[in-house]
Nanobody
Framework: VQLQASGGGLVQPGGSLRLSCVVSGSIRSIGDMAWYRQAPGKQRELVARITRGDVPNYTDAVKGRFTISRDDYKNIVVLEMNSPKPEDTAVYYC???????????????WGQGTQVTVSS
């Protein structure tokens, strides 16, 4: 199972950016999907999570600005970042809880991280 994140880059405050993460491999099912971030000198923190039933939840710092969604046909999780702020600058990581084919155990997998820099 592999997660491939894309879409990071430089964005101006108040702009918008879209992060995508594709889950591939021998997959039986995907549970919760999420985005985390890690700023320099800080611990990795949860940004947003979406359940298999499409119920999202967000950390307070991004509520009303970021939107998480998923496409279970394409095995993709997306983070729409609207009105980003300089304090959103971090490496963003996708995460998915996956049951691999021929397995009954749900395991968490991580993408490689994509840098988001919010600056004018």
């Amino acid at each position: 199972v592999q997660l491939q994140a894309s879409g990071g880059g430089l964005v101006q405050p108040g702009g918008s950016l879209r992060l995508s993460c594709v889950v591939s491999g021998s997959i039986r099912s995907i549970g919760d999907m999420a985005w985390y971030r890690q700023a320099p000198g800080k611990q990795r923190e949860l940004v947003a999570r979406i359940t298999r039933g499409d119920v999202p939840n967000y950390t307070d710092a991004v509520k009303g600005r970021f939107t998480i969604s998923r496409d279970d046909y394409k095995n993709i999780v997306v983070l729409e970042m609207n009105s980003p702020k300089p304090e959103d600058t971090a490496v963003y990581y996708c995460n998915a809880r996956v049951i691999a084919r021929f397995s009954s155990l749900e395991t968490g997998y991580w993408g490689q991280g994509t840098q988001v820099t919010v600056s004018s």
